[in-house]
């Protein structure tokens, strides 16, 4: 069983399937805090919906600098319990309070297959390139945003005439499964990093 804490801007729709799974028993693990980088994303109503701890960081406080906000942060993430800190649609960067405090256990997901499409605007990006095969990342996050250790990915075959609205219902519909997925297999310590940053799964 691992202790989460999960990293949220906006809807929160990875932080539900994430809580969902840990309610149909499907993910060994419990989200401990739900920390906000934006007071009135949608996701803080649908955490206390399902009794979720949750705090709210202003956005005064960023303008501090990334730094003041990661310190508040990890000491809260720390003081919580937790094991590993699970960004779901977290539209900050992670600095090193958060990165020296939980090393190799911070844990970002990416609408798109990386290295392609990095940044904030993946899925518009792939959809006006007008792509073939979409997907989904989950890596670990470092120092270089969106360019961590890859622990899984999963593709799928773009229908032709797609929207972007579509594709995006699309990548949402892998992401809330695959994150479950992911997180269960560091439940059962079966993720490794290797000497070359790649990561290996254990059967
Ligand atoms: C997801 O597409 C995630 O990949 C990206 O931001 C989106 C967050 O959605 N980083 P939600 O807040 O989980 O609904």
Redesign the pocket.
């Known amino acids: 069983m691992i202790k989460l804490g999960v990293l949220?801007?906006?809807?929160?729709?990875?932080?539900i399937a994430i809580q969902e799974a840990i309610e149909r028993g499907e993910l060994d693990a419990s989200i401990e805090l739900v920390i906000s980088s934006r007071p009135n994303a949608k996701?803080l109503t649908r955490a206390h919906e399902h009794g979720l701890k949750t705090m709210a960081l202003s956005k005064e406080l960023y303008d501090l600098g990334a730094q003041a906000a990661d310190e508040i942060i990890a000491s809260q993430m720390m003081e919580a319990g937790v094991d590993f800190i699970v960004?779901?649609?977290?539209m900050r960067k992670v600095t090193q309070p958060i990165l020296q405090g939980f090393p190799n256990r911070v844990i970002?997901?990416?609408?798109a297959l990386l290295p392609s499409f990095q940044g904030a605007h993946a899925?518009e990006e792939a959809w006006l390139k007008g792509v073939k095969v979409a997907g989904?990342s989950i890596h670990f996050a470092n120092e270089v945003y969106d360019q961590g250790p890859i622990i899984a990915q999963r593709a799928f075959d773009v229908p032709e005439g797609v929207t972007l609205e579509e594709l995006e219902s699309l990548?949402?519909e892998v992401?809330h499964k695959l994150y479950p997925e992911v997180l269960q297999k560091l439940a059962e310590d079966r993720v490794r990093i290797m000497p070359d940053n790649t990561v290996r799964i254990l059967d």
């Open positions: 949220i801007s906006g809807t929160g729709s990875n932080l996701g960004m779901a649609g977290y970002n997901i990416h609408p899925i989904v990548i949402h992401e």
